[in-house]
């Protein structure tokens, strides 16, 4: 064992489903990891010394700051804000969005210029749509990438 701090489990909790809250929240139970959900405003969340719940005040990215200041590397940060993984896959955390994605530096300048491009489509009025609801295929998929991760992150720690 290390007495290195175990890694912890960041939530940008304003726009998570749900489903993912639930998968998230049975993991850190089953697996003692710490996870933080970030809002600014309360969430239902289960009694558990493993699951806190930060709020924040409302604001434009006061949720992603938060996260962005507090995220160390080793972490795992759960998003779809492309900006903030963006950020903490800058400081050494792991970005996973979800749908089961993970960012990593590889991926995540490749996804900022094609936000930023579907942005400019859509200040010049273009409708391009949003992302399709959550799908089976993509809970099992953000839940075998949140094992591979809490198996990594565990298996560090002997």
Request: net charge neutral.
């Amino acid at each position: 064992m290390t007495d290195q701090p175990s890694p912890t489990i960041w939530v940008d909790a304003d726009a998570c489903p749900v489903v993912i809250r639930e998968i998230l929240c049975r993991a850190a139970e089953r697996t003692a990891t710490r996870t933080v959900f970030i809002a600014n405003h309360s969430l239902p969340l289960p009694r558990s010394p493993h699951v806190h719940m930060r709020q924040v005040e409302s604001g434009f990215d006061v949720a992603d700051h938060e996260i962005a200041r507090r995220c160390e590397p080793g972490d795992l940060v759960i998003t779809s804000d492309i900006p903030l993984a963006a950020d903490v896959v800058a400081r050494g955390a792991t970005g996973l969005n979800p749908r089961g994605e993970r960012y990593t530096e590889a991926n995540v300048r490749a996804r900022l210029q094609m936000r930023d491009f579907m942005d400019t489509l859509r200040s010049s009025g273009v409708d391009t749509g949003g992302a399709p609801p959550l799908n089976q295929s993509d809970r099992q998929q953000f839940a075998n990438q949140l094992d591979r991760w809490l198996q990594a992150t565990h298996s560090k720690k002997r």
